[in-house]
């Protein structure tokens, strides 16, 4: 049925900066989706069905202006309470929750699997931790003066702890611009 199909899909918006509304970034992509099982091709994928339920929602918003680039993140229908890890990682999702590879890095820590606290940390990456609120949502933003490189950034996923790492319990693919003027 159609409706299953759009739950699944995730729209995305590029705005010329010429287009932009009054206060949003020279250009900005949007991304929103619902978490599917595994089993259901969809570009939101839960791993962990008790943390990330089947039909919770995401978005990310990627903005870019002359300060940087800001990542915002947001959720609706997880687990109350939960203290999530969340970042942007280099590819897209897949069924195995792998396929996203490492965290997207600013400056790459030549040695991966990335594990040195010098690559490893807030300034160098994107991390969007959040806890989620008594009604499942939550939210996170971080703001880089840098940009992504192209075709280097292509999800978020959602850990089990905060921080750098934890296992993953869900994914989202996003169509992440790189800085035109970075």
């Given amino acids: 049925m159609v409706a299953g199909i759009l ?3 995730v729209t995305a918006a590029v705005l010329a900066a010429s287009g932009a509304a009054p206060g ?3 250009d900005c992509v949007r991304a929103e989706g619902r978490f599917t099982p595994t089993k259901t091709p969809s570009p939101a994928l839960t791993y962990d069905r008790n943390l990330v339920p089947p039909g919770a929602r ?3 918003t990627q903005r870019h202006d002359k ?3 800001r990542v915002t993140l947001r ?3 997880v687990k109350p309470g ?3 890890g969340a970042h942007v990682h280099r590819k897209s999702c897949g069924v195995d929750p792998a396929a996203a590879g490492g965290h997207y890095q600013h400056r790459p820590d030549p040695v991966q699997p990335s594990k040195n606290p010098a690559y490893v940390n807030p300034d160098n990456e994107v991390w969007l931790d959040f806890t989620a ?3 499942g949502s939550g939210k996170a933003s971080a703001v880089h003066p840098w940009g992504f490189r192209p075709g280097e950034a292509g999800a978020v996923v959602l850990h089990r702890e905060q921080g750098g790492a934890g296992d993953r319990v869900a994914c989202f693919t996003v169509p992440f611009e790189p800085r035109a003027h970075s």
């Fill in 67 to 69: 300060g940087g680039t």
């Fill in 24 to 26: 949003e970034g020279a």
């Fill in 82 to 84: 939960f203290a999530f």
């Fill in 58 to 60: 995401i978005e990310v």
């Fill in 7 to 9: 739950t699944a899909a």
């Fill in 75 to 77: 959720v609706r229908g």
């Fill in 133 to 135: 609120q008594p009604d």
